[in-house]
């Protein structure tokens, strides 16, 4: 049992009548010798003891009747004191499966509303930047559930929000089971989301951004084509092994970082697989993702392995491949970043029994045993989200059961076996084992049935059940299905431990440059002599970026120099963002403002950046009293906006100039992240042959696709003068602030100018020179 109960040992009760023996001797012994009087001496002699006796009596009756007053058979069944408690029996549960009544949404404002792809999380403030940033993911649909600390008017445009109240009015039977305060109230959203149409939900929180925008950049969401079926996916090898558990990040590159649900003992178990093997796609119905920044991890590590107040920002190899869990080999899955698909949406389920930070851990392990009942499997994908530290309270006492359980619990699960003819009743089944081995109540047991008529009640299908044999001996793998990957062992700066030798602190800055710009591409536009300067620019950024693509006035073939006009260059980005579909974001970056990269560090790559907080950049002129220029440019725009799409033109209006105005930026330097380069393309289309120039149709495209109040404000300090000619003075320049306009570099000796200026920053530099 998963804990054990300590009885009191009470003294054994005295008899109500006196108890002899079968052939009773020295009677003596026993009883005293009578005396013979009669009634009225005897009363006499012992008055004092019958009033003792009679006010006892009187005592105990009336404490009988006080306890026993909620309970009137207790006045005709009198129990035997200090009766030991027996252990109560644990009854499994009937569910009626011919007579479950459809549960359909009559109540909610969504209750026509329909989508296949839902993300789900719960709230308990205002809306986070995060789930600002979520809200955005094209082809999903946010669903936030409420609880009882989430504001009475919370409310964020284009989230599905489901209040406590409106909860308790879909008629599910799992509400009744709900802590109030919970995030485990996302059971509610679970049912919600398949009643509404879903096959795939990504299970989210709100302080979590997906990388790129995209959930398909790692993620399968696509199992039923052909290539889906037909994709080889890489898989744990148990050949040789007793492992029943992984810890994940080693593939990922972090040996010493290890997942919240692991249990403690396979913590040093930090070599990388002695070989792979490979697997047929298409069964990946669980995936769990990793996260960048603060990945899910336990309070021993979140306390012992960092420095001060300082966050975690844990970076994983994004480049490498997903692996596959065979049946018989488990990880620990959580609720902030994994997708479910159709065929495992039963194992939404989330134990209310438990702590919170337990519930998630324990579905996870008990929906891998059941996932293998239909041949499923668990796919750990490469990084797909970046979540923030805000430095909070990482309760040990709410992960003390883990510590504790998870090890047997994982062995539990590997012996457990059901003879059950429905995947429903082993559901039910492994939920009634393992309340009776105590690693959840009763309460859980009585919540999956529950949860199982739920689900069947919104018109969920079961799928089929699948043969399984994990004790029967594996065949050898042969060298031609052995796959060999060796996991890249990436830095843990917050580890206090040396992983990789002593790296002097420059090459250590260089390399956070690398990681966090590495998939970056910087398109430069050269107004100078290119053929003088373009080896120079592309040694001084090249070093940080992806790539660096350089456009000028004039092609050069031998120099990779392509051809593109300032006044209009915007409509030759979407070419570059053609040939980049993996890049995580475009910088663009004009010859005459130079980068200090190391000040770029803290921005949100996930957002737009512009200079829009930059008075002398980014300004609003009135077109009436102007030179017709600004007419016609405000003409054309006023063209372009009146064909935008609804969510463009809402944008641009809520946010940009009147009708008798115009909004020019100088557009030196922006960045648009991967999520934002279809609704730039699209712009882009829009304007077609128009003639609107850079600095007007820049702006024009960033107040359509967000709100200027959510762009990064990182570059708002940079220093941005306005003289015609550069002066390049060392006055000008500064290595504490973003980028620094205007300086001009057109010969070999003021790039090293420049390059001595830098090394302030980056002393590496210096090496160039």
């Not at 590997?414 to 082993?426: D, P, T």
Request: hydrophobic letters at 40%; proline letters at 6%.
């Amino acid at each position: 049992m998963g804990s054990l109960v300590v009885q009191d040992q009470s003294p054994p009760t005295k008899p109500s009548k006196p108890q002899f023996k079968s052939k009773p001797t020295l009677l003596s012994d026993r009883f005293s010798e009578s005396k013979s009087l009669d009634f009225s001496t005897w009363v006499s002699e012992n008055s004092s003891k019958i009033f003792t006796f009679s006010l006892l009596a009187l005592t105990v009756a009336a404490l009988f009747f006080l306890r026993s007053a909620g309970d009137p058979s207790a006045l005709l069944c009198f129990k035997t004191p200090h009766q030991p408690k027996r252990p109560q029996k644990i009854e499994f549960p009937e569910i009626h499966y011919n007579s479950i009544p459809p549960v359909a949404d009559k109540s909610s404002p969504f209750a026509s509303f329909r989508s296949d792809q839902w993300i789900v999380v719960t709230v308990s403030d205002y809306p986070s930047d995060s789930l600002r940033v979520l809200v955005k993911t094209k082809g999903w649909q946010v669903l936030a559930v409420g609880n009882s600390r989430t504001p009475k008017d919370w409310n964020l445009k284009g989230v599905v929000f489901l209040s406590m109240e409106e909860q308790a009015n879909l008629g599910f039977r799992v509400v009744d089971f709900l802590p109030y305060e919970s995030y485990v109230r996302k059971s509610v959203g679970y049912l919600f989301a398949i009643q509404h149409g879903a096959k795939r939900i990504f299970d989210a929180d709100d302080r979590g951004e997906v990388i790129g925008g995209e959930l398909g950049r790692h993620f399968d969401l696509d199992l039923e084509g052909v290539a889906a079926k037909q994709q080889r996916v890489l898989q744990y090898s148990r050949v040789g092994s007793n492992r029943t558990v992984v810890n994940p990040y080693v593939h990922f590159g972090q040996r010493s970082v290890w997942p919240r649900g692991l249990p403690l003992e396979n913590v040093g178990e930090v070599g990388h697989e002695e070989f792979y093997t490979e697997v047929n796609g298409g069964r990946q119905y669980i995936q769990q993702g990793i996260s960048n920044g603060l990945p899910d991890v336990d309070s021993v590590f979140y306390y012992t392995r960092k420095s001060g107040g300082e966050p975690f920002d844990i970076r994983f190899d994004e480049h490498a491949p997903k692996v596959a869990l065979p049946q018989g080999m488990m990880v620990p899955i959580n609720s902030f970043n994994s997708v479910f698909h159709y065929n495992a949406f039963w194992a939404l389920m989330l134990p209310v029994s438990v702590s919170s930070m337990a519930s998630d851990v324990l579905r996870g392990y008990w929906a891998q045993r059941l996932l293998w009942e239909i041949g499923g499997l668990v796919m750990v994908c490469p990084p797909t989200i970046h979540r923030y530290d805000n430095i909070e309270v990482y309760p040990f006492s709410e992960e003390k059961d883990l510590h504790v359980n998870v090890g047997r619990l994982v062995k539990f699960l590997i012996s457990w076996k059901s003879r059950k003819n429905m995947l429903s009743e082993r559901i039910l089944d492994l939920s009634y084992s393992m309340a009776k081995e105590g690693f959840w109540s009763e309460k859980d047991l009585k919540f999956t049935a529950a949860w199982i008529q739920d689900l069947l009640a919104v018109g969920y299908l079961m799928p089929r059940l699948m043969e399984i044999e994990l004790d029967r001996q594996r065949a050898n793998v042969g060298d031609g299905d052995k796959r060999e990957f060796i996991p890249r062992k990436l830095p843990s700066v917050h580890l206090g431990v040396e992983e990789s030798g002593t790296v002097n602190y420059e090459i250590g800055n260089l390399i956070r440059w690398r990681k966090n710009f590495g998939n970056i591409v910087l398109v430069m536009f050269v107004s100078g002599p290119v053929e003088r300067t373009a080896l120079e620019w592309r040694l001084l950024y090249g070093r940080i970026f992806k790539t660096v693509v350089i456009l000028s006035m004039q092609a050069d073939a031998d120099l990779a120099i392509e051809q593109s006009q300032l006044d209009h260059v915007y409509k030759y980005l979407p070419k570059i963002f053609s040939r980049f579909t993996s890049a995580e974001g475009f910088l663009f970056l004009q010859d005459n403002t130079i980068l200090n990269y190391w000040n770029l560090l803290q921005a949100d790559k996930a957002k737009l950046w512009i200079t829009h907080k930059v008075p002398r950049s980014w300004i609003t002129v009135p077109v009436t009293g102007n030179a017709s220029w600004y007419s016609k440019q405000a003409s054309m725009v006023k063209k372009v906006v009146s064909t935008m799409p609804v969510h463009f033109q809402v944008n641009y209006k809520e946010s940009g100039p009147s009708d008798r105005s115009l909004t020019i930026c100088s557009s030196e330097v922006f960045y648009i992240p991967r999520h934002f380069v279809s609704d730039l393309i699209d712009l882009v289309d829009l304007v077609g042959n128009l003639e609107i120039h850079h600095k007007v149709a820049v702006p024009m495209f960033f107040m359509a696709m967000d709100s200027p109040q959510n762009f990064d404000s990182v570059l708002s300090t940079m220093v941005y003068e306005t003289q015609a000619q550069p002066t390049n003075s060392s006055h000008l320049y500064s290595a504490q602030v973003s980028a620094v306009h205007p300086w001009s570099v057109s010969s070999e000796p003021e790039f090293i100018k420049l390059i001595r200026a830098m090394a302030e920053g980056d002393p590496l530099l210096m090496e160039l020179v």
